[in-house]
């Protein structure tokens, strides 16, 4: 009778840049790896704003799961959110979207959880205020964004006109930077001369920072040059303001003298900061891993939990030597997690070299024609930063249908300022019906 050899069991939690990357890392090796995911698709995050703003599809920044790894035998995926952790009996307990649980059983746990959207203490502000971290987010902000045109044009009153054609982002990280060139851009040439009663064009678009720069990661030089550029575009920049209330009609901001001061924008959205997800304090406490002020979870040099080897963390949620929480770090934590399993399976007795991310640089896109990249001591911008931001855009996206549309689609924007992602849904409004006819 031929022996029957269960294979080792490997549990991916998220389907984002470190779960995929592990996954791919595993693919030949006798292990049966089970990726776990809220939802069924693989998202490049980086590109959230140019679907929010309508540049790209939802398709063109999201591929099914299932597709981007179906060549990958060893490998199932499975819709579903992971809730708890049995360090004991090494299970991780899941909720599948009806309600229903179930139980996946591991020998290696790779924790590629991600994070979400922090909003330091006030929740009560993300009402008001959407972040950008899903594609539901963006699809929202889409609809916050092109309806706030729509509305101006039908307003009656000059005041509440203004209120619908002002946009403040709180946040002047990559995303809040790119966002508010992005509506620049669509306010002065995407929607050039097709209203009527309002100029798109004399919108503004204010951008709100607790520090002192735009882009403060980027480094000194390359700050100064995107607060030129946000400056040039007609973002207005306000530095060192700290939001204290958010409502339907706008926010509240707190300069560094204390003054407070009201600003009346129909469109709030938030760029500032992230946080662990709930998942994360539930290892910790599973574990006794410590967690750093954002709540991600501090690891060792190979990126495990001290005292559980079987347990590893990486991309966003894990915290190690202050590496930022870029996409770059979350595909190479996740592809050398994956090896290292792969190779004990294999038999290596040798311990694998810590984990030494590879920086690649960071870019950020401000509008057509201009983007900021740093690589090293290297800052460039302007044309040329945006040919470089490109290049590396096109190099990581998924699939080669995303690959080719996105550049096509760059192409007719960068050409054009047209954009064909416009759709949205007046979502939880409905129009009123008109009442029965009397009956003869």
Not at 5 to 16: A, C, D, E, K
Not at 295 to 314: F, K, Q, S, Y
């Amino acid at each position: 009778m031929e022996d029957h050899i269960t294979p080792r069991r490997v549990v991916i939690l998220g389907g984002g840049f470190a779960g995929l990357f592990a996954a791919r890392a595993l693919r030949r090796s006798p292990v049966a790896v089970t990726l776990v995911d809220r939802c069924a698709h693989h998202l490049f995050q980086p590109l959230l704003y140019q679907c929010a703003s309508g540049i790209l599809s939802e398709g063109q920044i999201a591929q099914p799961l299932r597709a981007v790894l179906r060549r990958h035998h060893n490998v199932r995926c499975l819709l579903a959110e992971a809730t708890d952790v049995d360090v004991d009996d090494r299970l991780v307990h899941a909720r599948r979207p009806d309600g229903a649980m179930i139980s996946l059983p591991y020998d290696d746990l790779i924790v590629a959880a991600g994070v979400r959207q922090s909003y330091f203490g006030h929740d009560e502000f993300a009402e008001h205020a959407p972040g950008m971290k899903t594609l539901d987010d963006a699809l929202d902000i889409r609809r916050r964004l092109f309806r706030a045109f729509e509305m101006a044009e039908s307003a009656t009153d000059a005041r509440e006109r203004q209120e619908w054609l002002t946009f403040a982002l709180v946040g002047a990280g990559p995303t809040g930077v790119e966002l508010a060139g992005q509506i620049r851009e669509i306010a002065g040439h995407t929607l050039e001369r097709q209203f009527r009663t309002i100029e798109p064009g004399q919108a503004r678009v204010l951008l709100l920072e607790g520090a002192d720069s735009v882009l403060a990661a980027f480094g000194p030089t390359l700050a100064r040059r995107a607060a030129r550029t946000l400056k040039g575009l007609g973002v207005e920049l306000h530095m060192g303001a700290m939001v204290t209330g958010v409502d339907e009609r706008g926010l509240t901001a707190r300069d560094r003298a204390g003054r407070i001061t009201r600003i009346d924008a129909r469109t709030v959205l938030w760029t500032a900061g992230v946080e662990a997800p709930p998942l994360a304090g539930v290892l910790a406490r599973a574990t006794g891993a410590e967690q750093d002020r954002a709540g991600r979870i501090l690891v060792e040099p190979d990126l495990t939990i001290a005292g559980h080897p079987e347990i590893r963390v990486v991309g966003d949620l894990m915290s190690l030597n202050r590496l930022p929480g870029l996409a770059e770090v979350a595909m190479q934590s996740g592809a050398y997690t994956g090896r290292a399993i792969r190779h004990a399976v294999e038999g290596r007795t040798k311990q694998p070299k810590p984990f030494r991310y590879l920086d690649l640089g960071s870019a950020a896109y401000i509008s057509r024609g201009r983007a900021v990249v740093k690589v090293g001591r290297l800052n460039v911008s302007g044309v040329t930063g945006w040919l470089a931001w490109l290049f590396i855009h096109i190099a990581f996206l998924t699939g080669f249908r995303s690959r080719l549309g996105a550049l096509l689609t760059w192409l007719i924007v960068f050409a054009s300022g047209s954009r064909r992602e416009r759709a949205f849904t007046s979502a939880g409004t409905r129009a009123p019906t008109d009442p029965a006819p009397p009956a003869h």
